[in-house]
């Protein structure tokens, strides 16, 4: 079973700043990486799949990027509404398993 | 507009039965695989269960196998979720998740806003 581990648990930073999260696959997953957004209350809501394909309407100041084991989701420039709990998951044999996630809080 | 509504949640005993229902729209839902992902109370997501557009492929995860059945109904735009013996650990949102026509099936473009679970004496 492929464990995903994102990092950091918590992210601190202010509107305008540059945010990296990262997740990391025990094993290779090759490109098939999504990462989700997730708002309280709301559903998630796809941003990226297949490592570093937006998502349709999605900003462009998301990206993502990696391969294998590792992978990094980037928003350029922070703004207040991106503040939010991101999940990456990967493709396991139709059994997509999640990381625990990371939570993008103002600083 | 493509839309995916759940209904079904509820509180329930532990040990009894809930069936939760996803309606589709706007969208040609038989060509579509569709997921469960759940997300208990101050939790993560976790993947349920996985079919395929024609009910061909039918996935579990571990935690709900031989308790939970996944089914859903083409002509009727409805997706589905049986529920039994149902334990204290399977209270959580559950959403309905749409898998787009890519190759390989994993990742999710169109979710539900989901149905509440409490599984409570």
């Known amino acids: 079973e492929i464990v995903l581990t994102q990092s950091p648990a918590t992210l601190s930073l202010s509107p305008g700043e540059r945010a990296t999260l990262s997740c990391r696959a025990s094993q290779s997953v090759s490109s098939y990486l999504a990462w989700y957004q997730q708002k309280p209350g709301q559903a998630p809501r796809l941003l990226i799949y297949?490592?570093?394909n937006r998502a349709t309407g999605i900003p462009a100041r998301f990206s993502g990027s990696g391969s294998g084991t590792d992978f990094t989701l980037t928003i350029s420039s922070l703004e207040p509404e991106d503040f939010a709990v991101y999940y990456c998951q990967q493709r396991s044999n139709w059994r997509g398993s999640f990381g625990q996630g990371t939570k993008l809080e103002i600083k | 507009e493509v839309q995916l509504v759940e209904s079904g949640g509820g509180l329930v005993k532990p040990g009894g039965s809930l069936r939760l229902s996803c309606a589709a729209s706007g969208f040609t839902f038989s060509s579509y695989s569709m997921n469960w992902v759940r997300q208990a109370p101050g939790k993560g997501l976790e993947w349920v269960s996985s079919?395929?557009?024609?009910?061909?492929?039918?996935y579990y995860a571990d935690s709900v196998k031989g308790r939970f059945t996944i089914s859903r109904d083409n002509a009727k735009n409805s997706l589905y979720l049986q529920m039994n013996s149902l334990r204290a650990e399977d209270t959580a949102v559950y959403y309905c998740a749409r898998l787009p026509n890519h190759t390989p099936v994993y990742y999710m473009d169109v979710w539900g806003k989901g149905t509440t679970v409490t599984v409570s004496s």
């Open positions: 079919i395929s557009s024609s009910s061909s492929y039918i």
């Open positions: 297949d490592a570093s």
